[in-house]
């Protein structure tokens, strides 16, 4: 069921709600957050799959992307704050969300760290926080000298590119998507230095990381050619010694940062289950 919840700042975001069959729920909501870039309509098998072992999946379609369109994405000025202070309490205070018994924000990507900011920052309050191929964007992340240098040109890339223009063309460039240049300022200052400073935010998320007690649980997919373990061991090292986990491809399927959410959707929550059970 696709719908829409009116944030803070007046703008509208989309939503899902995928449901379990009656008599399978588990008292469960996910709220899950998709990474940069990807339409909500790309992780329908991943929510098929959470819908069928009981939960209660509520889906939200970030700024920019079909259900949650914004008129001249070239003039847009929000960035990773106004998602983490507008958009996703939205969310946490509809009915399917407020009412559960247990709430668990989940983020793929860029959606994990906005889940572990949002967390840490107290705009809302999961009983749990997962984050799966989430890690630091940082150069300094990758293995080897060469590897290192690719991933510093790109962001320099990225920073001259969105100056020019005024907005990063990610659906010509082949990263991202169409974003305005708050969202790749607030990217790329995190690729540049290693650290979160949101503009226009003067919080301290990097101490509020720092101090993180809600349970969370950051996962890393074998084959994933765009955040290595050691991304997210770096990540996870700033948010409290968050825990990890990592998931191995099934019976020689091989995935990449994205295609896991289709190709091998229960190899990931299956994991997330059971260490929510041992919570």
């Known amino acids: 069921m696709n719908s829409t919840v009116r944030a803070a700042d007046g703008h509208t975001i989309g939503y899902e709600v995928h449901r379990p069959a009656a008599g399978d729920e588990r008292g469960t909501t996910v709220v899950f957050l998709p990474a940069l870039g990807v339409p909500l309509s790309y992780y329908s098998r991943l929510f098929e799959v959470w819908a069928g072992a009981g939960r209660t999946v509520v889906g939200v379609e970030h700024r920019g992307q079909p259900l949650s369109p914004i008129a001249g994405i070239r003039r847009g000025r929000f960035g990773y704050s106004d998602i983490i202070r507008a958009d996703v309490p939205a969310v946490f205070a509809l009915p399917e969300v407020r009412g559960a018994e247990r709430t668990i924000?989940?983020?793929?990507?860029?959606?994990?760290?906005?889940?572990?900011?949002?967390?840490?920052?107290?705009?809302?309050?999961?009983?749990?926080?997962?984050?799966?191929?989430?890690?630091?964007?940082?150069?300094?992340?990758?293995?080897?000298?060469?590897?290192?240098?690719?991933?510093?040109?790109?962001?320099?890339?990225?920073?001259?590119?969105?100056?020019?223009?005024?907005?990063?063309?990610?659906?010509?460039?082949?990263?991202?998507?169409?974003?305005?240049?708050?969202?790749?300022?607030?990217?790329?200052?995190?690729?540049?230095?290693?650290?979160?400073?949101?503009?226009?935010?003067?919080?301290d998320y990097e101490t509020a990381l720092s101090e993180l007690k809600t349970p969370r649980?950051?996962?890393?997919?074998?084959?994933?050619?765009?955040?290595?373990?050691?991304?997210?061991?770096?990540?996870?090292?700033?948010?409290?010694?968050?825990?990890?986990?990592?998931?191995?491809?099934?019976?020689?399927?091989?995935?990449n940062h994205f295609t896991w959410a289709r190709r091998m959707p229960a190899e990931v929550t299956t994991p997330i289950d059971e260490w929510l059970a041992a919570l």
């Open 217 to 255: 649980l950051m996962l890393d997919i074998e084959g994933d050619d765009l955040i290595n373990p050691r991304a997210v061991a770096l990540l996870a090292k700033r948010a409290a010694q968050a825990e990890r986990m990592r998931i191995r491809s099934a019976d020689g399927v091989r995935v």
């Open 105 to 203: 924000l989940i983020g793929h990507s860029m959606g994990g760290a906005l889940a572990l900011l949002s967390t840490a920052a107290g705009t809302v309050a999961p009983d749990a926080v997962v984050t799966i191929a989430t890690g630091t964007s940082w150069c300094s992340a990758e293995f080897g000298a060469r590897r290192r240098v690719q991933r510093y040109a790109g962001i320099r890339v990225v920073r001259t590119v969105t100056r020019t223009l005024g907005y990063w063309p990610g659906h010509r460039l082949g990263f991202g998507g169409r974003q305005p240049s708050t969202v790749m300022r607030d990217w790329a200052y995190e690729a540049s230095h290693g650290r979160f400073r949101l503009h226009g935010d003067p919080f």
